[in-house]
């Protein structure tokens, strides 16, 4: 499956008059091709962050009343901070339906091709059981 998947851009697109930005997915020629003075790569290098909008959103929630990356409905998710067994447990066990809600939600997957995913998230065994190497990095 992993060799099969497609390489794709997932960009924001922030328009003109909208508070929210809109989420794109193209394929990557497809996206490399909307460059044409400079290389895509080249233009992302210099890319600056989007300038957040000057009205205000809802407050952030206090850390302890974030959600847990230990339940279902944000394991695997990408965050800073350290991967509970709690959270590695529930990717392991429920690997493909993580995915599947990462990539729905707009997020990057779970790749057991990826070393440094297999290791934050103890997935050795997994791979071996889908005779996938990791990559080394």
Avoid: C, W
């Avoid at 020629?29 to 600056?48: N, P, V, Y």
């Avoid at 990408?78 to 939600?105: C, S, W, Y």
């Amino acid at each position: 499956m992993e060799k099969a998947a497609l390489r794709v851009a997932v960009a924001d697109v922030y328009l003109a008059g909208e508070d929210e930005p809109h989420r794109v997915t193209l394929d990557v020629d497809s996206f490399d091709k909307l460059a044409t003075d400079k290389a895509m790569s080249e233009l992302l290098i210099s890319a600056r962050p989007a300038r957040r909008s000057s009205r205000t959103g809802p407050a952030r929630p206090a850390r302890g009343d974030r959600g847990s990356y230990a339940s279902a409905e944000q394991a695997g998710q990408p965050h800073r901070g350290r991967v509970t067994d709690e959270e590695q447990r529930l990717v392991r066990e429920h690997f493909d339906e993580i995915n599947k809600r990462l990539a729905g939600q707009g997020f990057r997957t779970i790749s057991l091709a990826d070393r440094e995913h297999v290791e934050r998230y103890n997935l050795a065994e997994l791979a071996r059981e889908r005779g996938i190497e990791p990559d080394e990095q």
